[in-house]
């Protein structure tokens, strides 16, 4: 009997992402059936375009790895393969077919079988029994149909060790500008009902060491970014050390060391001194931390199985963003018994403390979940299709979850962004909390119709202006002020070709302006910067010109200077970066 040939389809979110469950499946399968390709698109790319390369594969066998994010665009094409492939078997898997089997194969007759939970051992087993011609009832873990009868197969026990599973990465590729995923534990201690993690009991780990060669090999590869996909890294410290240890070593043997960043998602109350000591020593910009708040409401947490108390924790929060650590921290709109005023305050805890990115998602109510079983007995209504988004409860209306959509836009155009921050800093001392700034800013936003058009980066001064006119009384010295955080924002942007006269200072007197610009390119051509910047020596006048701009501030925004009143910055653009020197000769 012919060899059975294997392709394995992962649809990303974006290209540089990866599919980290179809490389553990290729290794597992490869030991059997060499002949196994993986094939990598993402939801952007047009689906013809997918189809007909998958098409040209010829493969006997297709496994698609499904989740919230790509199940229609997967539905879709096995529908426009299935015509043209009438021998090949479709098998999908992942978190959104896990639960539900029967009814989704009901709904999909073109799907032969789906693998449910863990899938290495199970699609390996699927693969012999097809290749042998045996009736499948044997295979643990798969839902099947056949001849139009859909059978579901007793369960899989999860593999007890991650050990004995082949490590995920051995093939030669090039991850250069790629975002890797790797796991080091499988499970979570915690029981959070929003998660899928909740339906499996344990945690399991693999041994530091197998880490290292993986970790090796990714360096080897040209990786930059890796993201531990563990649900909690820092669920069991000793294991979590070792591994980032083992991120330190291996990368301190490169020679642009500083390529190299991890990414891993923590539990906030699991942190304590000892873990400050080591993140106090540990190498600036190796690591970065994503942390889930969701709420701070106490009555919503103990809902959702996941008590913490956030006054507790944040005192380490100060610690580690001294350490240079950039902060995730996440928030998660539409959870049971959070209504407005609640989660206004959840917001502002999290805000408060100036995270590098705060992450306002919206609760996805997943097959399988705790929140989801329970769903009618919280009066949760959530899209019927994948990603399942909340759209009301009874303690926040759709209306309210629609302005908190609306406010998540703006929060990743402004704050996340990290274009705006001295502008933000000063605005948001004329609003009672950052979330009332946030809640009247996107009101103004619809009002005017601007969530329904592209903009570009430096049109949004222009927004975030219009708003502080139409909004904040006017007053000279405060709108100076506002004006001053804003311009130097613009300038810390990017080299400006021109600046909008609202951003202008002093443009109202023409023979002004004209003694500013002179002594703009006094300033520029001062033999100060010889000692400041010593790279300029080894500019001449086109490329310093090139590479700097100065401006004029009716006061020091930095607050650098003796003196808070009028002062020039001299603005230097080097290598895709900008650092401002306030001129002080």
């Not at 909690?232 to 050390?241: D, E, I, L, P, Y």
């Not at 959840?346 to 805000?351: E, G, K, R």
């Not at 899209?383 to 303690?395: A, C, N």
């Not at 955080?485 to 613009?490: C, K």
Request: net charge negative; aromatic share 14%; hydrophobic share 40%.
């Amino acid at each position: 009997m012919a060899e059975l040939r294997v392709l394995l389809v992962a649809l990303n979110a974006k290209y540089v992402h990866t599919n980290l469950a179809l490389r553990y499946l290729r290794e597992e399968v490869r030991a059997v059936y060499p002949d196994v390709l993986l094939r990598e698109f993402s939801i952007n790319e047009h689906l013809d375009q997918i189809a007909g390369e998958i098409y040209e594969a010829k493969a006997d066998v297709i496994g698609f790895s499904c989740y919230i994010w790509n199940m229609k665009e997967i539905a879709a094409l096995i529908r426009r393969l299935h015509p043209v492939c009438p021998d090949t078997r479709f098998v999908i898997g992942g978190p959104e077919v896990s639960f539900e089997a029967e009814e989704f194969l009901r709904e999909h007759r073109e799907v032969d079988a789906l693998v449910i939970g863990e899938g290495e051992k199970t699609f390996l087993e699927l693969l012999i029994g097809w290749q042998n011609g045996r009736d499948l009832s044997h295979v643990a873990g798969i839902a099947w149909s056949e001849n139009g009868k859909i059978t579901v197969n007793p369960p899989r026990p999860a593999s007890p060790d991650l050990n004995d599973l082949p490590l995920p990465y051995t093939e030669i590729e090039d991850f250069t500008g790629r975002l890797v995923y790797v796991e080091t534990t499988r499970g979570c201690p915690f029981n959070c009902q929003y998660c899928l993690s909740s339906t499996f009991k344990g945690v399991r780990f693999l041994e530091p060491e197998r880490f290292r060669r993986m970790f090796r090999h990714l360096l080897e590869s040209g990786v930059g970014t890796i993201k531990f996909v563990d649900r909690t890294f820092n669920a069991n410290k000793r294991h979590a050390m070792e591994i980032l240890n083992i991120v330190q070593e291996e990368s301190e043997k490169l020679p642009d060391a500083h390529r190299i960043r991890v990414h891993c998602e923590i539990a906030g109350d699991l942190l304590d001194d000892e873990w400050m000591d080591y993140f106090r020593n540990y190498p600036r910009g190796l690591i970065q931390l994503e942390i889930g708040v969701q709420s701070t409401h106490l009555p919503t947490l103990e809902i959702v199985a996941r008590p913490q108390n956030f006054e507790d924790w944040k005192k380490f929060i100060p610690e580690l963003q001294s350490f240079e650590i950039p902060l995730h921290l996440d928030l998660i709109a539409g959870l049971p018994e959070e209504n407005w005023s609640t989660f206004r305050i959840s917001f502002n805890d999290v805000y408060l403390i100036k995270p590098d990115m705060l992450q306002l998602g919206f609760l996805k109510v997943l097959k399988g979940s705790g929140l989801r079983l329970q769903s009618k007995r919280y009066g949760l209504v959530f899209t019927p299709d994948p990603p399942y988004t909340i759209l009301e409860t009874p303690f926040m209306s759709h209306s309210e979850i629609l302005q908190l959509q609306r406010m998540e836009d703006l929060i990743d155009k402004y704050y996340n962004s990290k274009k705006f921050a001295h502008a933000l800093h000063e605005i948001l001392k004329l609003f009672a909390t950052p979330f009332d700034f946030y809640d009247q800013f996107a009101e103004f936003w619809q009002q005017e119709g601007w969530f329904y058009r592209q903009w570009s980066g430096k049109a949004l001064f222009d927004k975030l202006w219009e708003f502080v006119a139409s909004t904040v009384p006017y007053d000279a010295v405060l709108w100076d002020k506002l004006r001053d955080a804003l311009r130097f924002d613009y300038y810390m942007w990017e080299r400006p070709r021109n600046v909008p006269d609202w951003l202008e200072v002093g443009s109202e007197a023409e023979e002004e302006a004209e003694e500013w610009r002179t002594e703009q390119e006094t300033i520029r051509r001062a033999s100060y910067w010889a000692n400041v910047i010593p790279e300029s020596v080894e500019m001449d006048r086109r490329q310093w010109n090139r590479n700097t701009a100065v401006a004029r501030f009716t006061s020091d925004v930095l607050k650098v200077g003796e003196s808070n009143g009028s002062c020039w910055y001299l603005f230097h653009y080097q290598h895709g970066s900008v650092k401002a020197y306030r001129y002080d000769e």
